[in-house]
């Protein structure tokens, strides 16, 4: 609960030294202003929304999408979670510039993924540092190729 929030600037500023926050949005109106407040702040973020826009929480350690829309999906990039450590996209993902950036080593540090069903590419450069993944494959070739980009889970 935030409801100190805005009371005055001391207030404010005691409360945007907080770090690494958990939120979780279900609404689209729900605490709006405290989440552009706190954005720099918010390491854990769950969205059950496709419109909402991720993009503001650049300092996300953990990313968990209910349903993720195209332009959600779009903003998964490392300029803007550079330190993303654990992605969790719950829907089939058939994203294949996404996937090959997460399988490719591009998220710096990425240690936990977790995806529903996913096509594979035996394009993948490798993946070193993911330790933990959870991923539905469509056949055997797609286990091959998660176990060649992924050699330490």
Do not use: M
């Amino acid at each position: 609960d935030y409801s100190f929030f805005g009371l005055n600037k001391r207030i404010n500023k005691t409360l945007q030294s907080l770090t690494h926050l958990d939120f979780t949005v279900n609404s689209l109106n729900e605490h709006h202003s405290v989440l552009s407040f706190f954005a720099p702040s918010i390491g854990r973020l769950t969205v059950w929304l496709g419109q909402f826009d991720i993009t503001p929480f650049s300092a996300l350690r953990s990313l968990t999408l209910k349903y993720p829309s195209l332009q959600q999906r779009n903003s998964i990039r490392p300029k803007n979670f550079p330190h993303l450590e654990h992605l969790n996209l719950s829907y089939p993902l058939e994203d294949s510039i996404l996937l090959n950036l997460v399988f490719s080593n591009a998220f710096e540090h990425l240690k936990i993924c977790k995806f529903d069903r996913t096509s594979t590419d035996h394009s993948w450069k490798g993946s070193p540092k993911l330790r933990s993944l959870s991923i539905s494959v469509y056949d055997s070739y797609g286990i091959i190729c998660v176990l060649r980009a992924c050699p330490n889970i």
